[in-house]
């Protein structure tokens, strides 16, 4: 890798372990240490659902999406700017690298606006789904990250954003980390997960895909060789270089900590 690189790893979801801190934090430091500037995104979604079954509190999804109510939103903050957040920079701290914990709604970072969507009904009419405090991502307002970068400090962003009336949204960490690649003009976004990358056929099992183009997404999942989870993988990847970043890869996080080829599948606009 070229010294010198703008960096964004999304951390968290599933990939996020307490005892994977160590060896994350560490991949970090050396990036750092060879002159790269890393911004971390994080999700936290296994964490917020054991704090909220202490609390007593259900879980409620709705294709997939946490439906947020006030009370629900008060232990997302607590969970994700509080203990992932700091978890993840004591743990860089620790390893020698200046991380700075913040949420998107810090300075306006993550401007979001209200996830509105419709579904049909048992008689084909349109009835609007009510996700309660849960935002995708309008605008991203790059300069506070950048002002960290200049200063050698390594931001470390929970995924709330905030609307221009100040209210509080709860955004996915994915397309939050996609959009800040993309608004960074970032040489890499790397999507760390539990997988090694896009598993494709070949020769009568899977194997991981290098490299995949937008075209190449669009048929496997014609194909039905991309579903489920990977689908806003994959999308959140094209979005990134649509923003604006020149690169993305979905890689695993056992690899990124182990290895110093990140591996993975690269997705590209085009194949050149």
């Known amino acids: 890798m070229v010294e010198g690189k703008t960096i964004v790893l999304k951390f968290g979801g599933s990939a996020f372990q307490p005892e994977a801190l160590q060896p994350f934090a560490k991949r970090v430091s050396a990036y750092t240490g060879a002159g790269h500037r890393v911004v971390i995104v994080h999700g936290g979604g296994k964490e917020i659902n054991a704090m909220l079954e202490a609390l007593g509190?259900?879980?409620?999804?709705?294709?997939?999406?946490?439906?947020?109510?006030?009370?629900?939103?008060?232990?997302?903050?607590?969970?994700l700017c509080g203990n992932v957040n700091k978890a993840i920079v004591r743990s860089l701290l620790a390893n020698g690298v200046r991380a700075m914990g913040l949420s998107g709604q810090d300075?306006?970072?993550?401007?979001?606006?209200?996830?509105?969507?419709?579904?049909?009904?048992a008689n084909g009419r349109p009835v609007r789904i009510d996700?309660?405090?849960?935002?995708?991502?309008?605008?991203?307002h790059a300069e506070p990250v950048e002002v960290l970068l200049r200063n050698h400090l390594i931001p470390v962003i929970a995924p709330l954003g905030i609307t221009n009336q100040g209210v509080s949204l709860n955004c996915n960490a994915d397309t939050a980390a996609a959009a800040i690649a993309g608004a960074l003009k970032a040489d890499l976004f790397a999507l760390l997960t539990?997988?090694?990358?896009?598993l494709v056929p070949q020769n009568g099992s899977k194997a991981?895909?290098?490299?995949?183009?937008?075209?190449?997404?669009?048929r496997l999942k014609r194909e039905g060789v991309v579903t489920g989870g990977m689908i806003p993988k994959?999308?959140?990847?094209?979005?990134?270089?649509?923003a604006g970043a020149k690169g993305s890869v979905i890689a695993s996080l056992e690899n990124f900590v182990?290895?110093?080829d990140l591996g993975g599948t690269r997705i590209v606009e085009q194949i050149q």
């Open 57 to 79: 509190m259900k879980s409620v999804f709705i294709d997939g999406l946490r439906v947020t109510d006030e009370a629900t939103l008060k232990v997302v903050e607590m969970v």
């Open 107 to 121: 300075a306006g970072i993550l401007v979001a606006t209200p996830l509105v969507s419709e579904k049909p009904d």
């Open 131 to 140: 996700y309660g405090h849960v935002g995708e991502v309008e605008r991203v």
């Open 194 to 198: 539990d997988v090694a990358g896009v």
């Open 208 to 218: 991981v895909a290098p490299v995949l183009s937008a075209d190449d997404v669009a």
């Open 234 to 242: 994959v999308d959140c990847c094209l979005s990134a270089l649509k």
């Open 258 to 260: 182990g290895a110093t």
